[in-house]
């Protein structure tokens, strides 16, 4: 009878090849095979008409919001349509027309799905009724909404104390949601509120707080058409965020230079085929960077310190390269970065940062001259040790500049999961806000926790040690997303309970605790009715404006449940009418809940009435250039060290990054079209002098193996794939590599996993 300890389930699919082909790299992005694409992925999943009518509706005033990524809405948005390639395979993977209930996990236990790869996984159909996973068996059963509920209460009743539970949450939700979760987790509790940001751009909340008092970007959308000189850094937009694209484009038009630092030379900053324009579809389309800084992983700090070395340099022969005014009058510490800098040789630095000397030059004569300066950042820059140093650099150089609080200028920190900033700014946050919770007595009556709570890691390593025995996820793939994947799947697993709030199966439930459930929930493009009356939810873009979203599709089923409901249902059944809230009501009352959320934030004070057509900006103290709570009132220069990696002969720098055909853990497709690569995702970018170094041929297997705190950790049978990536340093795709990043190193302050800078050594593979 007693199964439990453990199951039989694999954390990591096992190995098996797709067939890989190889073409060259693409010399552009988009363009009509993004269009053919797009169409392609809908049309299988969801039918010619609906893809047709609902791809109208993605982005628009009267429908919802893309489930992809967070770029905004430019306020007019195309008549043709305004979606990507890749928001329309988001819009593909949650409107399946295939669902998968009951009679699915009768038929096959975790044991054997998980033997199933993330792909076939994702690919089974929308999950439609809540499911149950007892410690005595293999195999989910159905259980009803009520019961699921009380049995969350009851495993959180039995707990010793609130801080044994962890909530996960990330980046899909609604703001509603997310504050009603926020809420909920607080009245419990316990700040133990992990999310996808702790993995993602938090490096970027941290450094952009410390420096200029609030850690969101500062740039509007229209400050692209403005912006001089666009520096992208640490990101693929060709593939992750292909909408941006426009927005580079129209810098082009006006003139405006786009440098951009990368290890790789990613196509999408190459040139792009913009869809929407006739020229798109027939012409060359559009040249986009001017230049590509083709630094060595992880050497952001060095090639900055260079650049910013150069421009003081010329800044001392003409007293017009930095903004001395602005300098004076809004910032702190410029003495202190400058006397730095004489630390370091010029040459040290150049070696170092892996970049032609020439192409630095030629960046560092444009930036001189210039001041309507943008930087973009996204995972090249915040998953490092020293992550929070790299961006303090960025802002470091935007502050002599003048270049923040200006049109066409500032922070741009472009954000991953489409509601992943509003979450934060509604309350889904591990750490203590002393407003935050004086606000929340206010208007609730209830004192929060004042300990604060466990992130990411921490969240991961409680579990591990037996400190933390119930696990709750609202949206995501726990499991997979994290870092040291066997690590991780023994501290899931040590759980008496874990829950899962999902629209798509994936290995979370499968690698769970001794109990498990799958809560099924709504997605963004379907249809949200209660007593008739079509409910609509809210979402805050990439650079802070708040707008609503409303789907359009029937749900797949009327079993299932929005986010905002099984939250209320939850709290409901915790505290059974013994608490000053009433969940039930804010649960099934989006508008009640809104009202709230306006009387606890103040930026969300007016959500009800401005959300409408394109919404409205949140407060932004940047843009006000208002720094008055930073010390003496200024925004803050700082002095960033040199990432440390004393690496030896036969060790390379790994960075883990998305093929085109993913989202995060949801794989789409097998192709990574822009780098060349179809029909597999078993591959490692690597130098082809590396390669004849260690006398590998194209396509030979190797394992790739990572030893920290003298601990191995291997991710076997990679295909070795020539390409111009710096020497010293190798590309793979995540979630296959998260094997190799130890839970235990993560970047200071922010503590993000290092899932870019991965020492790693290669054995050919048996
Ligand atoms: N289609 C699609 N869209 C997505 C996602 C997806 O998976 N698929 N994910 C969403 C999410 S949650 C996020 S956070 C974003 C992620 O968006 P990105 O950050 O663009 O995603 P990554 O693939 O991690 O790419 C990191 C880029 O940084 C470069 N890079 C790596 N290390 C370094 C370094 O040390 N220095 C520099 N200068 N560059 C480096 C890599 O070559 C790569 O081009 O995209 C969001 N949008
Ligand atoms: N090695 C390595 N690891 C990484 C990264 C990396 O670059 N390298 N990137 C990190 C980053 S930036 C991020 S953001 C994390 C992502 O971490 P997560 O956000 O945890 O992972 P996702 O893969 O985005 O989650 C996908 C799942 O979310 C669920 N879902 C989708 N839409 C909805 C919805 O509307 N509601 C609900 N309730 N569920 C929904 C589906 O069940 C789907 O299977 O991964 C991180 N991990
Ligand atoms: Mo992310």
């Given at each position: ?33 993004g ?10 999943e ?37 979606y ?21 996990f ?58 044994e ?110 869809p ?14 001017d ?32 903004d ?27 070696k ?10 030629e ?92 992130d ?8 591990y ?14 499991l997979?997303?994290?870092s ?28 769970t ?60 059944a ?6 000053p ?11 009640q ?34 720094f ?17 990696h ?13 093929s ?64 111009d ?17 130890p ?22 593979s048996?």
């Amino acid at each position: 009878m007693k199964l439990f300890k453990k199951r039989n389930v694999f954390a990591i699919p096992p190995i098996k090849f797709t067939g890989v082909q190889l073409k060259e790299p693409a010399a552009y992005a988009a363009g009509l095979t993004g269009v053919k694409i797009a169409l392609q992925h809908t049309f299988k999943e969801m039918g010619i008409q609906k893809s047709l009518t609902t791809l109208a509706h993605m982005n628009q005033k009267d429908g919802f919001d893309c489930p992809g990524c967070a770029w905004p809405d430019p306020d007019k948005p195309s008549k043709l349509g305004e979606y990507c390639e890749n928001g329309a395979k988001a819009l593909a993977e949650e409107a399946t027309h295939k669902i998968i209930g009951p009679d699915f996990f009768t038929k096959y236990s975790v044991e054997e799905l998980s033997e199933w790869s993330d792909y076939k996984l994702g690919k089974s159909g929308r999950l439609v009724a809540p499911m149950l996973l007892r410690p005595e068996s293999i195999h989910y059963e159905p259980i009803s909404w009520e019961n699921a509920y009380l049995l969350v209460a009851e495993n959180l009743k039995k707990l010793k104390t609130p801080d044994e539970a962890v909530f996960y949450t990330s980046g899909r939700s609604s703001n509603e949601a997310a504050f009603l979760y926020g809420l909920f987790v607080r009245a419990f509790g316990t700040n133990n509120m992990p999310d996808c940001s702790n993995m993602c751009h938090e490096s970027s909340g941290v450094a952009l707080n410390e420096t200029l008092g609030i850690g969101k970007g500062s740039v509007k959308l229209e400050d692209f058409d403005k912006a001089e000189v666009i520096i992208v850094m640490g990101q693929n937009p060709g593939t992750n965020h292909p909408r941006m694209l426009s927005a580079l484009q129209k810098c082009k038009e006006n003139k405006g230079t786009i440098i951009s630092v990368n290890p790789l030379k990613e196509a999408g900053l190459v040139r792009f085929k913009n869809p929407q324009e006739v020229k798109g579809i027939v012409a060359s389309g559009t040249a986009l960077t001017d230049i590509h800084l083709q630094v060595k992983i992880n050497q952001d700090v060095s090639l900055l310190k260079l650049i910013l070395k150069k421009l003081a340099a010329l800044d001392k022969q003409d007293r017009n390269v930095f903004d001395h005014e602005f300098i004076e009058n809004y910032t702190h510490g410029v003495k202190d970065l400058l006397t730095d800098l004489d630390r370091f040789s010029e040459e040290e630095l150049l070696k170092i940062c892996g970049v032609s000397a020439a192409k630095i030059d030629e960046v560092v004569k444009i930036i001189a001259a210039k001041n309507k300066i943008i930087i973009c950042w996204a995972m090249g820059l915040t998953q490092h040790r020293n992550a929070v140093d790299n961006i303090k650099e960025c802002v470091n150089l935007l502050l002599l500049k003048g270049s923040i609080g200006r049109e066409g200028a500032g922070t741009c920190p472009v954000r991953g999961h489409s509601n992943v900033q509003g979450d934060r700014s509604v309350g889904i946050m591990h750490q203590v806000s002393n407003s935050l919770n004086t606000a929340i007595k206010n208007v609730f009556g209830f004192d929060p926790p004042l300990k604060e709570g466990l992130d990411t890691v921490h969240a991961i390593e409680a579990m591990y040690r037996g400190k933390a025995k119930v696990f709750m996820a609202l949206g995501g793939n726990f499991l997979s997303a994290a870092s040291d994947t066997m690590y991780t799947s023994e501290a899931l697993q040590n759980c008496d309970l874990t829950i899962q709030v999902s629209t798509k199966l994936n290995r979370s439930h499968l690698v769970t605790g001794k109990t498990a459930l799958i809560l099924p929930t709504l997605g963004r493009s379907e249809k949200d009715t209660k007593n008739g009356k079509q409910r609509f939810l809210t979402v805050e873009n990439s650079m802070g404006k708040v707008h609503r979203t409303q789907g359009i599709l029937p749900p797949k089923s009327n079993t299932l449940r929005s986010e905002p409901e099984i939250i209320g249902g939850i709290a409901t059944a915790y505290f059974k009418g013994n608490h000053p809230v009433d969940w039930a009501m804010l649960g099934d009352d989006y508008n009640q809940i809104r009202q709230k959320l306006g009387a606890v934030i103040s930026g969300f004070k007016e959500v009800q009435q401005k959300s409408e057509g394109s919404g409205y900006y949140l407060p932004n103290n940047v843009r006000e250039l208002d720094f008055t709570k930073l010390p003496k009132g200024k925004a803050q220069f700082s002095v960033c060290k040199l990432p440390q990696h004393q690496l030896k002969v036969d060790e390379f720098v790994l960075m883990t990054i998305r093929s085109h055909d993913q989202f995060n853990t949801t794989i789409y497709g097998l192709d990574d079209r822009y780098r060349g690569i179809y029909n597999e995702r078993r591959v490692v970018f690597m130098n082809p002098e590396d390669m004849q170094y260690f006398c590998l041929e194209k396509m030979d297997l190797v394992d790739l193996i990572s030893n920290y705190d003298n601990k191995e950790r291997r991710a076997s049978k990679f295909l070795a794939i020539p390409y111009d990536i710096p020497k010293g340093n190798l590309a793979a795709y995540f979630p296959e590599t998260n094997v190799l990043v130890p839970y235990n190193h993560f970047a200071y302050k922010s503590h993000t996993p290092i899932s870019k800078s991965i020492i790693v050594k290669l054995e050919k593979s048996n």
